[in-house]
């Protein structure tokens, strides 16, 4: 997939013409059409006025090839935080709403397993030895204030799912950093839940996890590794196509090269 082309044709194409004029003879090319100047994300030249104009050094960060599409999976990750952030926000306002019902949900629940136990003896369901029948059982036996502290520990969970989408979304370093770190200290408690019982959900959600972590340590350059901080800043701008063509003119032997697909 081209993700360059891809991007162009959702967001419109990104001409700029610098200020300094060799540099914009390089992207600039008169046509029986008109003037057209080259994208620096996909590379090709496009009818019409640039979008912006300046020096170089004022040109917007336009990723391409390889960074575009690291771009695309860190808002994917990001699209998951999300919804993992959404669902635990749920799950504090349904604890945080029975902690003074307690009671009353006891009693319903008394009430209405009898009428339950016909139909799952149907289907080969046991209540007495179900997990889930149990562990809504000891929910009984919490006190109002040990489920609002429940409550508040599962929005605080929530609030470091959605601060890592906002980070990742906005493809930013620190939230590529606090991704990383707020994810792996959730993964032995991930991992002891797997020692529990192995289901696919909690398998899912641990791979998902272990692979970002070692993704964006990786790709991203994280504490030092694959080069740091230097590297990271140092393949952006290599990568920037008015960067490209400035060495170009410093070196007539160098040519563009094309985006990878």
Known sequence: MDFSLRTCSWRGHATYAPDETELAARLHVSTPAGEAWRCLRCGDFVVGEPRQHGPADAAPEVPRGRLLRDRF????????????????????FGVY?????????????????PLIRPLADQIGWNPDNSKIVHFIEKGWQLSPTTLTLIAAGLLGYAAIELVEAVGLWLVQRWGEYFAVVAT??????EIYELTEKITVV??????????????????????????GGRAYHAEHSEESLLTVERAALTDPGRVAQPDPA
Do not use: T, Y
């Open 202 to 227: 909690r398998a899912g959600a641990l791979l998902i996890n272990v692979v970002a972590v070692v993704w964006l340590l990786w790709s991203k350059r994280l504490f030092g590794i694959n080069g």
């Open 184 to 189: 792996a200290v959730f993964l032995p408690f």
């Open 97 to 113: 709403k029975v902690r003074h019902s307690q009671s009353q949900l006891r009693s319903a629940f008394d009430r209405e397993m």
């Open 73 to 92: 999976i860190m808002r994917l990750l990001a699209v998951e935080r999300v919804l993992r952030g959404l669902v635990f926000i749920a799950l504090a």
